[in-house]
């Protein structure tokens, strides 16, 4: 049973291809971290909402017209990556572009299933056209199950957004972090994601030329790919330590989340997290950022809060920050 719709976008067909499968703009409406190969036969990898990756191959392109590809999702025997079939076809209409969009290959179940999650998608492909970025999608807000890799991948989606509007001009911009500019923060972040990715496996090809959220996600979509292809078991090795694997995965959680915090106090932007993921965030906080510990990773002394403030005030205070709400 396939399932078959149809939206118009007001953007013209080549602004519409590019939304519908570039990375960059793919994170605007339906993805937390995308890997695209474009070409018949390149492969993709879509993290859809944390803990959920989508995988497939392409197998027709036609620029500013139509895509084909397989599709299928990472751990679902019943429907594994490659297994059924999605076309986009692109036509030019009065205002915009009408998409169609057909699934072929799901059984009646799976069409009702993931008739829910495209009618959701397609909406925020529309909001994504009309103005520019759909806004945080709130399925993505709570991972189910959360542990240390859905933490990851959605406070990577909550530092993506911050650092989608940060402009050349804030680059120069002092962070509640005294030693880091914006761009200095950046550098750091770049470093603690190539590093902690690194120990599941990743290898990369950084680029400080790219705007800067363009350069975070894309070292962070393979070091998010290779945690979950390695798991949590054992132990990594980072330097000369050799932590559990728990811990090093957990640490990106916390790089994402306290850092969209100073990116957005240092720029006058907002962060947007949900209560749960931030308590779990915080609990993460307590376990390795030990007393002994907090001066060798770079945290000043804690900052009181009152036990009644919102889960992400705890946690900056928690790292030493002074937790003036970001506007």
């Excluded at 570039?22 to 070409?39: G, K, M, S």
């Excluded at 205002?95 to 299933?113: I, N, P, S």
Aim: aromatic share 6%; proline share 7%.
């Amino acid at each position: 049973m396939p399932f078959d719709k149809t939206v118009v976008v007001p953007l013209d067909p080549d602004a519409t291809f590019d939304l519908v499968t570039r990375p960059e703009r793919l994170r605007r409406w339906q993805t937390v971290a995308a890997r695209v190969d474009l070409q018949a036969g390149g492969e993709y990898r879509w993290t859809v909402v944390p803990g959920h990756s989508a995988a497939g191959t392409f197998s027709e392109i036609v620029p500013g017209k139509r895509v084909v590809y397989t599709w299928g999702w990472e751990g679902d025997d019943e429907l594994p990556p490659g297994s059924s079939t999605v076309t986009v076809t692109l036509t030019p209409t009065a205002g915009g572009t009408e998409v169609r969009l057909v699934h072929d290959g799901l059984t009646d179940e799976q069409a009702v299933r993931h008739a829910e999650g495209w009618n959701h998608y397609l909406d925020r492909l529309v909001a994504a056209a009309q103005k520019s970025d759909a806004g945080p999608d709130d399925w993505a807000a709570v991972p189910d199950p959360l542990d240390e890799l859905s933490s990851a991948e959605a406070t990577l989606a909550v530092v993506q957004r911050v650092l989608r509007d940060v402009t050349d001009e804030d680059m120069s911009k002092q962070t509640a972090c005294t030693e880091f500019t914006v761009s200095q923060l950046a550098d750091h972040l770049v470093g603690s994601i190539t590093a902690l990715g690194g120990a599941a496996g990743a290898t990369f090809d950084d680029d400080p030329g790219k705007p800067v959220e363009a350069r975070i996600a894309d070292l962070a979509q393979p070091a998010l790919e290779a945690w979950r292809s390695r798991g949590l078991d054992g132990t990594v090795t980072i330097g000369t330590n050799n932590p559990p694997a728990t811990v090093a995965a957990g640490i990106l959680s916390i790089e994402f989340l306290v850092h969209a915090w100073d990116f957005a106090a240092a720029t006058g932007g907002e962060v947007a997290v949900s209560e749960p993921l931030a308590e779990y965030v915080l609990s993460l906080t307590h376990k390795i950022i030990t007393p002994e510990g907090r001066k060798a990773i770079g945290f000043d002394d804690p900052v009181p809060a009152p036990h009644t403030s919102d889960a992400i005030t705890r946690l900056v205070a928690y790292t030493g920050r002074h937790p003036v709400p970001a506007v």
